[in-house]
């Protein structure tokens, strides 16, 4: 599958095609345009070339009709292409609901994945095909970017915050991935494969791993072992906010300003945790900056979630 | 007002001959021909790194290359090329010596300070140079952060520094364009009488002032990250990392105006010449140019569009990117009707302006699918960007620069260069260019990123292609620069107006003496009236 010259990328995922339709409709119109130009400056090189030295052609200053159409027509048509390249985006960045999650992390010079129930894997990933697939995302340390041609997707990897995409792969067989992002020395070995499976050879591979411990089951240990819980008492009596139901609900902070808490807010309030206060607790947690490292952020993550989302704030 | 040059006239070139007449000139022409030597050195640098990246690239493994010399290379290559040459190439040799002839000025508003700008190109180059010999850099030319802030260990401080000192040479030669031309015309010289290089030249000039300073400050912030630990755009110290991309394109996008904009200045002049006629639409191509300037500060965010910015931002972008497109297109349409009806002859630099023509075409509606949110997912950080960006700033920049050079050679120099081996060249880039990057559109589509040292065997062949195109490139440079070379000892003497063309700079000597003008000009006509004026010196004699 991977050798011979082709001029075409394979097309393996459900945006793929609609994003090969708008650029099919691309081709149309720069080929087109580009071959007006090239008809018409060579007819008028061949038409009128310079037959004796002495030539003085008629002056033509303008044509005001002329720039209008040749401003008007150009312009409408971008309009179409932004129109539809914004509807592809827009798809292309909003995951259908009731995902499969898995969890990224890059660092140089490698991917680490984590699958709902625990596997883990490295520059690999194993998926069913016709299931969709979220992916979060975040780096370890410099941005990095997952590209998977044959699916049409790409997103930053970024240190610091989490990044989505998602897919649904149409067909199975293996598939590039690539680091898109410049990340130094060894960017070009930041390679792996997806590898598309039928769902019951899915589920063979999954079961094939043995018992895993899963991220939510990791992220309790953790909970623990970090002494999380001296503070975050379920019943909300601790020094600092119970968790449960905390996810994706609105919190008020001590400078009367609200956040969701997301992933992104909940590991920044494991890294730096003065940055963002709840109202009515006081600043007394230390920081777990270069305690936890971002797998273990993720678990804890996923912890906090199986404690119960508030999925109505969610949605919106 | 004389016609032809004798051998023994004084001119600029030979007023004086010292070294220190020379480097301490403030004689604006004297001034371009210190620029034109110190950016072929600078070309001729980054295309040795080109050279090396391409040979790399011939074999999938990265056989010639460790990886980290390769990263270097392309970095070389891009951080030369960009900041070194194609920035000052046409605003800074072209136009410091055509700016104020074609106005009927004697010089610049200040001279001395156009002086400080080469000398603070020097100084910057310097920099980057010694960075490069104490064993280079490795960030790109972008300078991503948090890469190039907290984990390369390459000579990034060094290099950061040339690339902040050298915006300063940018900064006051655009100052130095703008006063020179809003104050020092000829009488008669109207804002609609301008020829459309100086109107290019002014658009850039805006862009150069008020671009620059923000690169400034952002390598100067990465030189605080990098060198003092302030959290800036490193999220492990507090900061953030998009925040680098929203202020380095900010300028980098611009820039890229910077680049292109003289071209299509030098562009116009080369099609009404060779076409003998008025450029049609001359309004419109002129507050095109005005239009991409103004315009081209609002698009920096489609650099970004899977960077994790917000869709709203991503959607916005896109909207103003397909707008910025649009003047470019009206210059392209007003070029094409210009030659309808004309008189149009094929001296090289008209080969140049159809090569430009071309080039910049496909390298424009290419752009349209990186404006593009959906399809720009798949193509961004892809070898369809790097081909993009090449069939614009070679195909377009370059190109133009190169046929400015040769409609203007015989002005710079008073000698011209044989005709016949110039066709050749301008053909031989063509096919070269060509060859070398339309691979580069099917690769990225493909699906090879960029900035690779090694990469999966299915796309060799179309690297081989591209390799072996960069080779017949390099010779078509190589030529150019021989013939040209050859040209200033053997070259036939040049007459005053060897094209028949009209504009000021035709109707003083080649070369021009030191003053330019015996006396002011008095302008009474339309740029490129063509059919009013009868040229100076029509051709009687042919034209080698």
Redesign the interface.
């Given at each position: 599958m991977?050798?011979?010259?082709?001029?075409?990328?394979e097309r393996a995922s459900t945006m793929a095609g609609?994003?090969d339709a708008?650029?099919l409709f691309?081709v149309v119109?720069?080929v087109f345009?580009?071959g007006l130009?090239?008809v018409?400056?060579t007819i008028?090189?061949i038409k009128?070339?310079?037959?004796s030295?002495?030539?003085?052609?008629?002056?033509?200053?303008?044509?005001l009709g002329?720039?209008l159409i040749?401003?008007i027509i150009?312009?409408a048509l971008?309009?179409v292409?932004?129109g539809?390249?914004?509807?592809?985006?827009?798809s292309?960045?909003t995951p259908p609901a009731d995902a499969m999650e898995i969890f990224v992390v890059g660092k140089?010079w490698m991917w680490k994945l984590q699958h709902p129930d625990g596997h883990r894997e490295i520059n690999e990933l194993h998926v069913p095909v016709g299931r969709t697939v979220k992916l979060t995302m975040t780096s370890e340390?410099?941005?990095h970017?997952f590209?998977v041609?044959?699916f049409?997707?790409?997103?930053?990897v970024?240190?610091?915050?989490y990044?989505t995409a998602w897919f649904q792969a149409t067909k199975a067989g293996e598939y590039?991935l690539?680091?898109?992002?410049?990340?130094?020395?060894?960017?070009?070995?930041m390679?792996g494969r997806i590898v598309v499976m039928e769902p019951s050879a899915y589920e063979a591979w999954l079961r094939g791993g043995g018992m895993i411990e899963s991220p939510a089951e990791a992220g309790a240990r953790l909970f623990q072992q970090f002494g999380c819980i001296g503070c975050h008492l379920p019943d909300g009596k601790g020094r600092a906010p119970s968790l449960v139901g905390l996810f994706g609900k609105k919190v008020t902070l001590t400078t009367k300003q609200t956040v969701i808490a997301d992933e992104a807010y909940i590991h920044e309030s494991i890294v730096?945790p003065q940055a963002k206060v709840v109202a009515g607790y006081a600043p007394i947690m230390p920081t777990f900056?270069g305690l936890i490292n971002e797998d273990g952020l993720a678990q804890i993550i996923a912890y906090i979630k199986s404690l119960g989302t508030d999925q109505k704030a969610k949605a919106e | 007002m004389s016609t032809a040059a004798g051998e023994g006239r004084t001119n600029y070139l030979n007023a004086a001959s010292s070294v220190k007449s020379w480097l301490l000139t403030v004689d604006h022409k004297r001034i371009a021909i210190l620029y034109l030597v110190s950016i072929t050195f600078f070309f001729l640098l980054g295309s040795i790194f080109a050279g090396m990246v391409r040979v790399n690239l011939l074999s999938p493994y990265g056989d010639l290359l460790q990886a980290a010399t390769y990263n270097k290379m392309f970095t070389m290559h891009g951080i030369t090329m960009i900041f070194f040459f194609l920035i000052p190439s046409i605003p800074a040799v072209l136009g410091n010596f055509l700016v104020p002839i074609m106005i009927g000025a004697r010089d610049l508003a200040f001279p001395r300070i156009n002086l400080l700008s080469w000398y603070i190109y020097v100084v910057g180059g310097l920099f980057t140079l010694t960075a490069g010999v104490l064993g280079g850099v490795d960030t790109g030319w972008t300078f991503y952060t948090p890469y190039s802030s907290t984990y390369s260990n390459t000579n990034v401080m060094l290099t950061a520094v040339g690339v902040f000192i050298t915006g300063f040479s940018s900064i006051l030669t655009g100052l130095n364009f703008i006063v020179t031309i809003h104050k020092m015309r000829a009488p008669g010289m109207t804002w609609s009488r301008l020829p459309l290089f100086i109107w290019a030249q002014y658009a850039t000039s805006l862009i150069m002032v008020l671009g620059t300073p923000v690169l400034a400050i952002t390598v100067a912030l990465v030189a605080l990250e990098r060198g003092l630990h302030i959290g800036i755009f490193d999220p492990a110290l507090g900061g953030d990392p998009i925040l680098f991309q929203h202020l380095f394109w900010f300028y980098s996008h611009p820039a890229v105006y910077i680049m292109i904009l003289p071209s299509m200045g030098v562009i116009s002049e080369l099609i009404a010449c060779f076409s003998r006629k008025r450029i049609f639409g001359y309004g419109f191509v002129a507050s095109s140019s005005l239009a991409i300037a103004v315009l081209g500060f609002l698009v920096w965010g489609h650099h970004m569009f899977v960077s994790g910015q917000s869709v709203y931002a991503g959607l916005i972008f896109s909207l103003l990117s397909f707008l910025v497109a649009i003047p470019s297109a009206i210059k392209v349409f007003n070029w094409t009707a210009t030659m309808y009806k004309g008189s149009i002859s094929f001296e090289a630099p008209m080969l140049y302006a159809f090569g430009f023509i071309g080039l910049f075409t496909i390298g424009g509606l290419t752009g349209l699918f990186l404006a593009n949110l959906g399809t720009d997912v798949h193509l961004h950080d892809t070898y369809f960007v790097v081909a993009h960006f090449h069939y614009i700033m070679v195909g377009g920049a370059i190109m133009g620069f190169l046929g400015g050079l040769h409609f203007w050679w015989p002005k710079m120099t008073g000698r011209m260069y044989p005709a016949t081996l110039a066709r050749a060249a301008a053909l031989i880039l063509f096919v070269g260019f060509n060859l070398t990057f339309f691979p580069q559109f099917i690769l990225g589509f493909l699906g090879m990123p960029r900035r690779y040292h090694v990469y999966p065997p299915e796309f060799q062949v179309l690297n081989v292609l591209s390799t072996a195109g960069a080779s017949i490139l390099g010779l078509g440079y190589f030529l150019a620069f021989i013939y040209l070379l050859w040209s200033l000892k053997y070259g036939a003497v040049a007459e005053a107006n060897p094209w028949g063309a009209v504009g000021l700079e035709w109707e003083i000597p080649s070369p021009p003496p030191t003053d330019n003008f015996d006396k002011t000009p008095v302008v009474t006509h339309e740029a490129y009236a063509y059919d009013e004026v009868q040229p100076h010196a029509a051709p009687e004699v042919s034209r080698v």
């Open positions: 991977w050798t011979g010259v082709r001029f075409l990328p609609q994003v708008l650029l691309l119109v720069c345009f580009a130009i090239f018409l400056v008028f090189a009128y070339r310079r037959r030295a002495d030539e003085k052609p008629r002056p033509i200053h303008g044509s002329l720039e040749w401003t150009p312009l971008a309009m292409m932004f539809w390249g914004a509807w592809v985006y827009i292309l960045s140089q340390d410099v941005i970017s590209f041609p044959a049409r997707i790409k997103k930053d970024v240190p610091g915050r990044t590039r690539f680091c898109a992002q410049y990340c130094g020395t060894s960017h070009a070995d390679v730096d900056k | -």
